[in-house]
């Protein structure tokens, strides 16, 4: 059984990966019960699966964010939603789309299974995500093995892993203020005036967005430039709670 460090975190677990003919990178991992599973990453950046649009009569997506690597696709609204969490998210670093397939070989036959997000933390850690409707999930508990062993597998080899459904990603009143974020991220400020804002913000500790365009100088900053600059990590908020005039700014770490 692979045991990941700190050391390999920094890296991924990919780090231990063998390279296969055709340049793809391969784990092989058997886990306590003697399921072996075969984690495979494309070798050129390509995703594992391209989401085919139209399938099942849902919508799909492109992605368009500095954070996604390579090709970002969404299969479903809810996987939309769930992207733009991370794209809002000062914690996510990057992260990337159907990143890999895991091939489960068990009862003499082989599983795939698909996730649908690796995330790379700021802090250097990966996760694994898996974005299923309740339902989904419920059916998929029942009748796939794939999501009882999964957790095991991805912590195993050094990754955190999370199946996120409806109830965690339109979560009110986050999910509410992130549709309203998304709108203005490509709201650019110039550097000075990010430069005040973000000074501002480190100075006082009870900084809202209110007294932030009431006391930054020059003046002429408007609450939509405070929301570019969310959008856009550059200050941060609570987005448990609603936003409005009085809501706390807080300077990124």
Known sequence: MFKSNASNLLEGPFRHAKRLPNGDLALRYRMSDGVIATIV??????????????????????????????????????????????????????????PFVVNY?????????????????????FEIVQIKTQTSYRKHLIENP??????DLFEGLGWSYQVLTEVEIRAEPRYSNIKLLRHYRNRVLPNATVDIVQAMVKRGAGATIRSIIKNAKPSGLHEV?????????????????????????????
């Open 146 to 151: 794939r999501f009882r062993l999964e957790r």
């Open 225 to 253: 430039d405070i929301y570019g600059m969310i959008a856009r990590n550059q200050i941060r908020i609570d987005l448990s709670a609603p936003i409005g005039p009085d809501t706390r700014v807080i300077a990124l770490l």
């Open 41 to 98: 990453r494309s070798g050129d950046g390509q995703p594992a699966r391209r989401v085919k649009a139209g399938w099942q009569q849902r919508p799909t997506y492109k992605l368009s964010s500095p954070k996604v690597q390579g090709i970002g696709e969404a299969e479903s609204g809810l996987e939309a939603d769930a992207y733009r969490i991370f794209d809002i998210d000062p914690s996510v670093l990057s992260y990337r789309t159907q």
């Open 105 to 125: 070989r068990t009862d003499g036959r082989i599983v795939p299974s698909y996730p649908d997000a690796e995330i790379k933390r700021s802090d250097g850690t």
